[in-house]
């Protein structure tokens, strides 16, 4: 089943865009907005560590925090200034559009403690070495290509403050027991298939994309490695079932979450694949139903990764 950390945009090669979905669709947008509104409950957003004191650094404060990839409106890095009025929080994007919409967004709120700064991050931190208290992202296997982690992973870990928390949020599992939810989700990763390969024939140099459809499971188990080679330490994992089976809270936000995401991508699939517009809107229809049925039942795994620079204390 398609997730929240499904690769669905284009990053590297110092562009930024759409690889199956456009980032800066207006739909796409509200969809991801909406997605953050319907994880926050579920993972305790926006920053439960600040409250549970689980790190803590040999430095003066305000806490300094770093939202990778801030997305459009920048709504964590708002809502953690929002909950926490003594913490500087930066929100940094590849995509300008967004960091002017965050920018407003946060001068709509009177918001004095944060900044939204363009940055292509995946590829360098423009930051002073060790600075920030505390490093976030969320899904950004969206559009980091498996082998781009080690860049940015050795980055984070050269501009956080001895002792300075990474904090990462991916999606590691995704199941339902619609079937035309599941065939959706085989065919959006057909088409990633296809649309990767053009990629590489585009940019031969670009073998990272190569990895782009590696399983979920198989990515976060790079990144754990990763993050014990380049020499973060106590790091830890902590998984949260997100279920939206019939009955629950999430059953109507993910059944729309998935209207939009399979709506805007029925074009690229009937251009890329064996799949005319009339099959798509049978499917489509069934998925509708079979989400909205009493006996549905569906799960995505969320695992958060705590990851320590050496130095302080832990």
């Known amino acids: ?43 305790k957003e926006p920053l439960p560590e600040l409250e549970e004191q689980t790190f803590a650094v040999s430095s003066p404060s305000p806490p300094l925090i ?24 930066f929100g940094v994007s590849a995509l300008a559009p967004y960091v002017r919409q965050a920018n407003t967004f946060r001068q709509m709120q009177e918001q004095t403690r ?22 976030n992202g969320r899904f950004l296997r969206t559009f980091l290509a498996h082998d781009g982690w080690s860049r940015l992973l050795q980055e984070c870990l050269r501009v956080l403050r001895p002792g300075g928390l990474l904090r990462l949020t991916e999606c590691t599992a995704a199941t ?36 782009a459809l590696a399983s979920a499971s198989s990515q976060h188990e790079h990144l754990l490695n990763l993050l014990h080679e380049l020499g973060y330490c106590a790091i830890a ?31 690229l699939l009937c251009q890329t694949i064996d799949l005319t517009p009339e099959r798509f809107t049978d499917l489509f229809e069934r998925m509708r139903a079979e989400m909205s049925a009493p006996t549905f039942k569906g799960l995505w795994t969320l695992s958060r990764v705590h990851a320590y620079k050496p130095g302080g204390i832990q």
């Open 66 to 89: 770093l939202d990778l990839g801030c997305g459009p409106g920048g709504t964590w890095a708002c809502d953690v200034a929002f909950h926490d009025p003594f913490c500087l929080v």
């Open 176 to 211: 339902s027991n619609s079937p035309a939810c599941e065939l959706l989700s085989h065919y959006c990763e057909q088409t990633l298939a296809i649309r990767t390969q053009t990629l590489l024939a585009q940019h031969t140099e670009s073998s990272q994309e190569s990895s």
């Open 1 to 43: 089943m398609f997730h929240a950390s499904t690769r669905i945009y284009a990053g590297g090669l110092g562009t930024y865009g759409p690889l199956l979905l456009d980032p800066l669709a207006s739909a796409e947008q509200a969809r991801v907005i909406t997605q953050y509104h319907m994880l926050t409950s579920a993972l």
């Open 237 to 267: 994992e902590h998984n949260t079932v997100l279920d939206f089976s019939a009955g629950t809270l999430y059953q109507a936000s993910m059944r729309t979450n998935a209207e939009s995401f399979f709506y805007q991508l029925a074009p």
């Open 114 to 135: 944060v900044r939204f700064l363009q940055m292509d991050f995946a590829r360098e931190l423009s930051c002073p070495a060790n600075f920030y208290t505390l490093i």
